[in-house]
């Protein structure tokens, strides 16, 4: 694997900034040489805003990190690099775990991606690639193991044990339940 590039990293930074990401960072994956994990906001009160909620805001922050992920693509593909660009409606998985992985948060109880800026306000994209390019993340020194106000709050009483037990949230988050994020003290940011 080649040393990390300063410059092109600083130019993929920037895109993603630019874009509408508020964190970026990577991580080493099996079968190519490193993830590129970009974080973005929820937008507005998306979870205000429709009885289905999840499946709209999904697909608006999609149209969101559509330009962000071409432009990194662009970027590197014309440095020779391979790519493969990863969103929320790609059928690739979880990427809570490359994320964490990426320095961009922990886990916390209510099974979400916890950030110390952003709590669990965040949608996670992946770029797949063999460029050469390093982000420092902030360490997330806080966490949230003594705080259980989103275990208490669950309607679903979903979160036990430090699980998300998804067949009790699953009803509740189709009606556009987020009561474990906007319940969630963590972020400096809030979300509702």
């Not at 110390?116 to 949608?123: A, E, M, N, R």
């Not at 982000?135 to 044990?161: G, H, K, M």
Request: charged share 20%; hydrophobic share 40%; net charge positive.
């Amino acid at each position: 694997m080649k040393p990390a590039s300063k410059a092109l990293s600083n130019e993929v930074s920037f895109i993603a900034k630019n874009n509408g990401a508020v964190l970026i960072g990577t991580t080493p994956i099996y079968c190519v040489e490193k993830a590129i994990v970009i974080g973005t906001p929820f937008h507005e009160n998306w979870h205000l805003s429709y009885f289905f909620s999840e499946a709209r805001r999904i697909r608006e922050e999609y149209r969101i990190a559509k330009p962000l992920l071409n432009g990194i693509r662009e970027l590197l593909t014309s440095e020779g690099f391979t790519v493969q660009k990863k969103t929320p409606l790609s059928i690739y998985g979880d990427f809570r775990p490359l994320a964490v992985a990426a320095g961009l948060g922990h886990y916390g109880r209510n099974g979400l991606v916890i950030n110390k800026d952003y709590s669990s306000g965040l949608i996670f994209s992946a770029i797949f690639t063999n460029a050469p390019v390093e982000f420092e993340a902030e360490p997330d020194i806080l966490n949230c193991a003594d705080c259980e106000l989103c275990v208490r709050l669950c309607p679903a009483n979903a979160l036990a044990e430090g699980r998300l037990n998804y067949k009790k949230c699953l009803p509740y988050s189709l009606r556009g339940c987020s009561q474990c994020m906007k319940a969630c003290g963590y972020a400096v940011n809030e979300i509702v």
